[in-house]
């Protein structure tokens, strides 16, 4: 069966998550009813990352396995034809070896975070951020995502439904940049990691979010990993403005398909 990479964004605020579920709407559901009309018959695919309810997507990656050769290019024309009027598409897909895994192949993930700054309520990008009415010191959260960066025992920014084997990861990057917009400011979170614990990012940003408010201090992110107790995090912040951005693998099957 050829297998097939598919490059997905999304707009996650009409789903319950990615995965698959029993009488609700998610986006792994919709993508399999579509290749269903394609070959009639059960699908199953794999995704890099299970995005919550309400997250977005940019560069969200999945592949699946078809009956017969297809043009990638015909594919995902043909695909985002049967996703309408559902908030998806393939925005970008190649034919990949049998081994080729979207979760298992991949090196690297990397998460945006937008949080808006604005008294007034937002009308065109409401779902697309997370607003909040005051300014934030953006030198003292880079500060305190510093105690976050390289390996640690992440069990404070961790949800209590984490299925990972272990709470240590090695965290790449968190940085954070403050952009001024005429009608409020903008703060977006850059994370990147291998991989990620369920509602790391959104613990992190939410906890980074008290340390700009003045409510807490750069130091009591590093005392709150240290205390390796989720009770020690802050508030964890909702799931609009989070966005799966991009996947990295040892070798870009789309830079390979000349898509």
């Not at 700009?212 to 130091?219: E, I, L, M």
Request: contains cysteine; glycine residues 6%.
């Amino acid at each position: 069966m050829p297998r097939y990479a598919l490059k997905i964004e999304y707009d996650g605020r009409p789903f319950s998550g990615w995965q698959r579920q029993i009488d609700l709407p998610t986006v792994q559901g919709a993508i399999e009813t579509a290749l269903a009309k394609l070959e009639p018959r059960d699908h199953n695919i794999a995704a890099a990352g299970r995005t919550d309810a309400g997250v977005h997507a940019t560069g969200q990656v999945a592949h699946c396995d078809l009956d017969r050769e297809w043009d990638p290019f015909r594919l995902s024309e043909a695909l985002n034809y049967h996703l309408k009027p559902a908030p998806v598409a393939i925005v970008e897909c190649a034919r990949v070896d049998d081994e080729w895994h979207a979760r298992f192949s991949a090196q690297e993930r990397r998460y945006l975070f937008r949080l808006m700054s604005r008294r007034a309520p937002l009308t065109f990008d409401d779902g697309q951020y997370w607003r909040i009415n005051h300014e934030l010191d953006v030198d003292a959260m880079q500060t305190g995502a510093t105690h976050l960066i390289g390996q640690h025992d992440f069990t404070t920014f961790r949800s209590t439904i984490c299925q990972a084997q272990s709470p240590i990861k090695t965290l790449e990057e968190l940085r954070i940049e403050q952009i001024n917009h005429a009608n409020g400011i903008e703060y977006r979170f850059h994370v990147r990691a291998r991989s990620f614990l369920h509602n790391q990012v959104r613990s992190f940003v939410g906890t980074l979010e008290r340390v700009g408010a003045g409510s807490w201090t750069p130091d009591d992110v590093r005392t709150a990993l240290a205390a390796k107790t989720r009770a020690a995090c802050g508030p964890v912040c909702p799931p609009q403005g989070l966005y799966l951005a991009h996947v990295t693998y040892p070798d870009d099957p789309f830079s390979r398909s000349g898509a």
